[in-house]
């Protein structure tokens, strides 16, 4: 997931509604970018391709966004490109993270502040993942919920590579329609249109939604808000956390035919499950999710 853990919305600009076309001057004030660099700071991280750390930054902090803001009021600023690198995931593989210059990672902390409260009125209940005052410990609680109606046989799905398979022009499409002011989308389009300049292959390649990005978390949930939707339609008791699903359902041949649905409803969406940490498990078999062993009428903390 995004290095970016703390993304509760704290702008005191926009309303719940769509964001109509503003004041750049409004929009990135002196105060909005302090802000966006605490949260930036606190979530730490290391330099991007122009090698500024933190220390560095907040050494030179009033002239930096200074600029910055002058740039993304004027309408002039540009993503620096991007240098992805690879890390260990927690049961095995490597997960690619995008590390952003500084400058770039507090704009995209700017303009999260303005949208993301925008998007989280639209967004359903079944929706846990890297959302304010929601976690992976309410997920849970959902999932046992279920459980504890007698829904004891569980799609426990992981979509294949989401944040780098989630299409960029579609994803702006979804932004677009409640994003109506057309500098900030221009910003958003432009770090999903960044040059990642050390790709697998050697070739440059575009950022897209990579994890890594500040806005990597709130752009999945936008997009897979599309697929809940299709399920939730089908009277699904679906939990989501990101990108890993939980259905709960009364007998195995109805988990079997949500997993249909869910690989359906993803292929829509251009998107997969992994076939490989995709599976249909009963509770008294248990499984694993989100840090927690589920046995039974037990639940653990690994």
Not at 10 to 24: D, K
Not at 46 to 59: E, H, I, Q, R, S
């Amino acid at each position: 997931m995004s290095d970016e853990r703390a993304l509760v919305p704290v702008s005191p600009l926009q309303p719940a509604g769509p964001i109509r076309t503003g004041s750049p001057a409004r929009f990135f004030t002196p105060d909005a970018l302090q802000r966006a660099w605490l949260a930036v700071k606190r979530a730490g991280g290391g330099a991007g391709v122009d090698a500024v750390t933190l220390a560095a930054f907040a050494a030179r902090l009033v002239d930096e966004l200074g600029r910055l803001r002058e740039e993304l009021a004027a309408g002039s600023y540009r993503p620096r490109p991007v240098r992805r690198i690879l890390v260990p995931k927690p049961n095995g593989g490597l997960r690619p993270l995008a590390l952003w210059a500084l400058r770039d990672r507090v704009a995209q902390r700017a303009v999260y502040d303005i949208i993301a409260p925008s998007f989280e009125t639209t967004f359903l209940p079944c929706s846990f993942g890297y959302r304010p005052g929601l976690g992976a410990e309410d997920a849970i609680r959902q999932v046992l919920t279920y459980r504890d109606r007698n829904l004891r046989w569980v799609v426990d799905g992981d979509i294949q590579d989401c944040f780098d398979s989630i299409p960029a022009e579609r994803l702006m499409g979804l932004v677009g329609r409640r994003v109506e002011d057309p500098l900030l989308r221009q910003y958003v389009g432009g770090w999903l249109a960044a040059q990642i300049l050390n790709g697998v292959d050697g070739v440059p390649t575009k950022a897209g939604a990579c994890q890594g990005s500040v806005l990597s978390p709130l752009l999945a949930n936008i997009y897979l808000h599309e697929v809940d939707r299709l399920l939730v339609a089908r009277k699904l008791a679906l939990v989501r956390y990101a990108d890993d699903l939980v259905i709960c359902c009364s007998r195995k041949a109805d988990a079997q035919a949500a997993l249909a649905v869910t690989d359906e409803a993803l292929g829509e969406w251009s998107l997969r499950l992994n076939e490989h940490k995709t599976q249909i498990v009963h509770f008294d078999q248990g499984f694993a999710w989100l840090g927690y062993f589920l046995l039974r009428g037990e639940c653990f903390r690994l």
